[in-house]
Nanobody, 122 residues
Framework: QVQLVESGGGLVQPGGSLRLSCVAS????????MGWYRQAPGKEREMVAR???????NYADSVKGRFTISRDNAKNTVYLHMNNLKPEDTAVYYC????????????????WGQGTQVTVSS
């Protein structure tokens, strides 16, 4: 079993900053890419940012220049640094990871965290 646990969400004023963290634990052989997604009320879940093992990243256009994704491979942890937050960033943020469970099987499985609420409001 693999678990992803997010933390760091909360209420922040427009223009403020937050840092989200997500720790992966359990039967992990390796993690390929990790990412953050978000879902606002009445909307579909969307990709916010992703980072692969080598460090390459990609971002949604709406967060480029404001959000930064990073990871600590030794700790199986991914971070999302969010600056200049806007009300439209309000959503539940979910962590995602592609995990290889053993040396024998090369398949990667998708896992999701339970989500953390980010609310941007004055």
């Amino acid at each position: 079993q693999v678990q992803l646990v997010e933390s760091g969400g909360g209420l922040v004023q427009p223009g403020g900053s937050l840092r989200l963290s997500c720790v992966a634990s359990g039967s992990i052989f390796s993690i390929r890419d990790m990412g953050w997604y978000r879902q606002a009320p009445g909307k579909e879940r969307e990709m916010v940012a992703r980072i692969i093992t080598g460090g390459n990243t990609n971002y949604a256009d709406s967060v480029k220049g404001r959000f930064t994704i990073s990871r600590d491979n030794a700790k199986n942890t991914v971070y999302l640094h969010m600056n200049n937050l806007k009300p439209e960033d309000t959503a539940v943020y979910y962590c995602n990871a592609a995990v290889r469970l053993s040396f024998v099987y090369m398949k990667f499985y998708d896992y999701w965290g339970q989500g953390t609420q980010v609310t941007v409001s004055s």
